[in-house]
């Protein structure tokens, strides 16, 4: 069977493989920055939601904020225990719930996180303002359709 090239392939085709090949890229290298603290992207965002909401969350709150939906949020949440970065309790008003909050540990690992954030936006220097802004717009675009 002929292996068909890629510039052979409709150009939307094209688009779409491009688009993954470089989401694919752009997840790995956020993955070694975020490593380098000893956490996941998805775990970060999970200390990013409790600390912006300021008050114990239930994993179903946490997930409806995730920006990867990830049914494994309480896997996700087991390990930020192991780690000490969070903890969780029964909650008051509804038995049936388990309230998660961000420790102080937690808290200051996200802070320090924070604070050198501009190391995961790295992947994207070899782009101008410019080119940054018309990306943005077309993803919108796109995601209007």
Known sequence: MKKIKA??????????????????????????FFATYGLTSQQYNVLSILYDAGKPLSTSAILK??????????RLVDRLIIKELVEK??????????????TD????????VTEDLS????????LTDE??????RLFEKMRKV
């Open 131 to 136: 080119e940054v802004e018309v990306l943005i």
């Open 7 to 32: 510039e052979e392939l409709p150009l939307r085709r094209q688009l779409g493989i491009a688009m993954v090949e470089t989401y694919n890229n752009v997840y790995d290298r956020s993955q070694e």
């Open 119 to 126: 190391g995961v936006d790295d992947v994207y220097r070899a």
């Open 89 to 102: 309790n029964v909650n008051e008003g509804d038995k049936r719930l388990i309230d998660v909050k961000l």
């Open 65 to 74: 904020k995730m920006l990867e939906k990830n049914a494994g949020v309480s």
């Open 105 to 112: 540990k937690g808290e200051t690992l996200y802070k320090t």
